[in-house]
């Protein structure tokens, strides 16, 4: 990890900056790719494994769940395998696993589902050998969908749990 | 023939003796009747001057819309009035207001004394019966709070009218919204119970959410992604300060609601991908567990005597609603109907348990006795959710969202027997209304 | 027959004397007109002057500003004062001049001799918001701001509304009642229940409503005076009453004072009954309110219209004082508004309807 590459994250990071402002890791370094059309701005870097840009899109930062359901497919599996890998190689980054629903059901009910979507996740990564320190499970319940559409189509994309990763800061 | 008629009358004269005994009087006995609402007539309130003539007219306009609004009571339109009321010590042309069929009369006078103080006087007057309502009354106030002397006029034709307690005087805090879907902005917002006198709480920099009254109306519990996780924060209505309740690091709480006390506050708290229900003294930040299950428990209210709790779990697969005492224990399910159920609201008169149902695709709102019997849903759209009670029980607002990709959400008010579905008007997207008290 | 005159005698003397005594102690007005005042405190008016008091709508804030009470604060000494005026009783109804007299004399524009057929005509049979049968899920109700007993078609725009159906002046086929020179009106639409938003649901799926009109209860008694099958206890005791009015020879007699003749038919009740029920509104009672049954006791004038100046609550059973209050309220309103024209009660048996005491008894209108 070079410290261009690293400066490079940081100011995508600001210009990402969406939909939370949030300062989950207690420093400014955080980078939410939780962003579906954020993506562009990253080009270039998705071809370097080491990237995270290349986590978020050859590996894929995200996995869906069924109707009501928090665990994982055999496809979500392989998508968090693939994760877990990339985060045990590169021991510079953390990652906030978000949790969503979809917008069929109350908002409360849908943090806590939400929550175990998250949960679901980080419990693979860590039995996949990644350390618990470096995971940290938010939920957003039915607040932050990335469609729109109020039909199956867009629910299913909906109910998905984001592994969002940022730098952790060198102290 | 005359033996058969005396036998008759022999015979039946025991029995019927009760009966004789009773025609004194003609009775009869009426069990039906009709169901509609009341007519009224609010004339302008009565003014010696200009500035109190116009305001006169703003406050019999608020009392006619409070009125209203209930769906209990119809106004009469000012130009089908017979008399004019010039002046509020004059008597009442009661013949006047028959013929137009005004039931209850509501009239007013308006002055500003010398301190600059609005001095409202109002009486009521049951048209037919030919007498007043109650007696006069006389509100004073600050000539900018004329909303609330004109809520109060209001609430007290409607509790002498209808017997219910009034609620007229009260406010709602809610979370306002804008923004599409995907990244809508969400901010603290309170304004008075019919949508006037808006100001916001907080700015749209963080997510926010389900805010809820204390029992005196003068703080709010509601949850802020302020931490960029989920945490309930305490605010000071007048004052706006805010602070976050404790929580341990790695852990999400919300669905917080004061206990009627005012002090107990019950929330769910998420560790570990497990959802359980916790009670916090607010001022000491002790917390106590009050379900250990590794199903959701979320969303709880105290019934008004603090003695229970109904809260909502999945632990039989899916969301249904339950009640366990206030200090934890075995949970007794009530929700027993095809569906879903959620947010679960005890009504303030504590009859009944107000809540979110599920089913077929649609949403609604609906009641049920504490016990689970007697459910009712009141309404049925895309999606219904998050209802609160009005202070005296008789009402529910809660927040409606449309479909699709313009979908917004907006607040509805809806008559616990199902009647007067009405829209709350707020000047931005609205989301999970909570009722104050009724203000003192 | 000798024994049956005296035990029927003694029967009626008794009758009589507790129907002179017994009304004239029931006459004693309750003194009930004037109620407690539910007067604001001085704390309330205080509370209402400094209580928090959101600022003007603003719609565009983007800084969270303090609202309320802070700025009240200021107020607080000033308040103290305000207590003293607070709430005068005004003196009000004492300082008018007596107005209930004005009531009797209340003669609405459409006085007309309704005779024999009481206010509620028959149900319109299609058209209607049918009743939904308990059995099945359809046709449902839809909703209408009114609720009565019977269901009634959305009304012509043209018409008023009014609480009876009436026709417009020329009538003709129900020869009888004179018309003379009314407004054509009608009642309100309505429906026999209350739909909710959830119930109505389905109504845009459902076949149309045009259809036979099911029934949830049994059909209201015909309006004739015709005597009812036995179903109805009141029914049994007229015609008891009737007979033994009959055997004892008494009927035509035109006593002074004492019912005497023939009581009034069960059509008869019921042609009262339905003519105050079409008035009794108890869509603005609280839920109190409605479990509280009242007997209301009224003296008529020969007219058949109330005297409204008679009317008091006997009694009240199932609710607290309150709610008792506006339950006989609404009550009071029902008589004087229905019988504004004056009852539709047979002349002749005056005697009978002289004092009426009416229970007006909420439980089925709860459920609604």
């Known amino acids: ?171 | 023939m005359m033996r058969v008629l005396l036998s008759l009358v022999l015979a039946c004269l025991v029995w019927a003796m009760p009966a004789f005994a009773q025609n004194g009087p003609l009775r009869i006995e009426i069990t039906e009747g009709v169901i509609e609402p009341l007519p009224f007539a609010a004339p302008d309130f009565v003014s010696d001057n200009a500035a109190g003539a116009e305001m006169g007219r703003k406050i019999a306009e608020v009392v006619a819309a409070d009125l209203a609004g209930t769906g209990l009571f119809r106004e009469i339109q000012p130009d089908a009035f017979i008399s004019r009321v010039t002046s509020f010590s004059s008597p009442v042309q009661y013949a006047d207001w028959k013929a137009i069929n005004a039931q209850a009369l509501i009239t007013g006078a308006v002055t500003v004394d010398s301190g600059g103080k609005l001095v409202v006087r109002f009486r009521l007057f049951d048209v037919f019966a030919g007498q007043e309502l109650g007696d006069g009354l006389q509100l004073v106030g600050t000539q900018d709070g004329w909303r609330r002397i004109a809520h109060k006029v209001a609430d007290q034709v409607y509790s002498r009218i209808t017997g219910e307690a009034p609620y007229f005087d009260s406010r709602v805090v809610f979370v306002a919204e804008s923004g599409p879907k995907d990244q809508r902005s969400k901010r603290l917002a309170i304004m008075d119970y019919d949508g006037a006198n808006v100001s916001y709480l907080t700015d749209s920099a963080s997510i926010v959410l389900a805010p809820r009254f204390s029992p005196d109306g003068k703080r709010v519990l509601y949850t802020s992604y302020e931490s960029g996780f989920p945490r309930i924060y305490v605010m000071n209505v007048g004052s706006v300060q805010q602070r976050v309740l404790e929580s341990q690091d790695g852990q999400m709480s919300f669905a917080p609601r004061f206990g009627p006390d005012g002090q107990a506050v019950v929330y769910s708290v998420s560790r570990g991908g497990n959802t359980d229900l916790y009670r916090m003294d607010i001022d000491s930040g002790a917390s106590t567990r009050l379900t250990n299950a590794p199903s959701i428990e979320t969303a709880p209210s105290f019934s008004p005597d603090g003695d229970q709790i109904v809260f909502e779990s999945d632990r039989s697969g899916t969301p249904q609603l339950y009640i366990m005492p206030a200090s934890g224990g075995e949970a007794q399910r009530i929700s027993f109907g095809q569906g879903r159920y959620g947010t679960p609201v005890w009504s303030p008169r504590g009859d009944l348990i107000a809540f979110t149902k599920q089913s077929k695709g649609r949403f609604h709102i609906g009641v049920m006795r504490t016990d689970g019997s007697e459910e009712r849903l009141l309404t049925a759209s895309f999606l219904d959710e998050g209802p609160t009670w009005s202070p005296n029980g008789r009402v529910i607002m809660f927040t409606r969202e449309t479909q699709g990709a313009q979908g917004s959400a907006s607040l509805y008010s809806v008559d616990i027997t199902g009647r007067n579905l009405r829209q709350v008007p707020t000047k931005t997207g609205a989301s999970d209304p909570s009722w104050s008290p009724l203000q003192e | 027959m000798n024994l049956g005159q005296i035990i029927s005698g003694a029967g009626h003397l008794a009758l009589i004397g507790w129907a002179v005594f017994g009304g004239a102690f029931n006459s004693d007005p309750m003194p009930f007109e004037v109620t407690e005042v539910t007067a604001i405190s001085s704390e309330d008016f205080a509370a209402l002057m400094d209580g928090p008091r959101a600022p003007d709508a603003v719609a565009n804030v983007e800084t969270p500003e303090p609202p309320a009470e802070g700025e009240g604060a200021p107020d607080l000494s000033s308040n103290a004062d305000a207590a003293p005026d607070s709430a005068q009783p005004e003196a009000a109804a004492s300082s008018e001049p007596d107005t209930a007299p004005e009531a009797p004399d209340m003669v609405p524009p459409a006085d007309t001799e309704v005779s024999d057929a009481p206010p509620v005509l028959d149900p319109p049979q299609e058209d209607a918001a049918a009743l939904v049968p308990e059995i099945s899920p359809r046709p449902q109700p839809r909703p209408a701001p009114r609720v009565a007993p019977e269901p009634v078609a959305q009304p012509d725009p043209d018409v008023k509304i009014d609480d009876v159906d009436q026709q417009e002046a020329a009538p003709d086929e129900t020869s009888e009642p004179v018309q003379e020179d009314t407004e054509a009106t009608a009642r309100e639409e309505a429906t026999t229940e209350i739909v909710t938003e959830a119930e109505e649901n389905d109504v845009a799926n459902a076949a149309p409503p045009r259809s036979v009109r099911p029934r949830t209860r049994p059909e209201r008694p015909a309006v004739q005076e015709d005597t009812q099958p036995a179903a109805r206890p009141q029914t049994d005791e007229s015609s008891v009453n009737d007979a033994l009015a009959e055997a004892l020879g008494q009927s035509g007699d035109e006593g002074q004072g004492a019912p005497q003749g023939p009581p009034l038919t069960a059509g008869e009740k019921d042609a009262l009954r339905v003519g105050v029920q079409t008035c009794w509104n108890v869509g603005s009672l609280s839920s109190e309110a409605l479990r509280t049954t009242v007997v209301v006791a009224v003296s008529m004038s020969e007219d058949a219209k109330p005297v409204a100046s008679s009317i008091r609550m006997l009694s009240a059973s199932g609710g607290n004082e309150a709610a008792a209050k506006q339950a006989y309220e609404a009550a009071r309103r029902a008589i004087i508004r229905c019988g504004a024209g004056g009852f539709d009660l047979p002349v002749e048996k005056y005697d009978h309807w002289r004092d009426i005491e009416m229970t007006f008894n909420p439980e089925r209108m709860r459920i609604k």
Not at chain 1, 39 to 66: C, E, N
Not at chain 1, 130 to 135: E, K, P, Q, T, Y
Request: aromatic share 8%.
């Open chain 1, 1 to 171: 990890m070079t410290y261009l590459s690293k400066t490079f994250i940081l100011c995508a990071g600001l210009v990402l900056a969406a939909c939370t402002n949030a300062d989950r890791f207690g420093d400014s370094n955080t980078v939410d790719l939780n962003s579906s059309g954020g993506a562009g701005a990253m080009a270039g870097t998705a071809q370097d494994p080491a990237s995270p840009v290349y986590f978020q899109q050859t590996i894929g930062d995200r996995v869906l769940f069924q109707v009501d359901q928090s665990n994982l497919t055999s496809e979500a599996q392989e998508t968090l395998d693939g994760q877990a890998q990339w985060l045990l190689t590169n021991t510079d980054y953390k990652a906030v696993i978000e949790g969503h629903a979809d917008e069929q059901g109350t908002r409360e009910y849908n943090l806590a589902l939400g929550a175990r979507r998250a949960n679901s996740v980080q419990e693979y990564l860590v039995s996949k050998g990644v350390a618990g320190n470096r995971l940290k499970v938010v939920s957003y319940g039915k607040e932050r969908p990335i469609e729109l559409c109020s039909n199956e189509a867009c629910y299913a994309k909906n109910r998905r749990a984001v592994t969002v990763i940022a730098a952790i800061p060198s102290s």
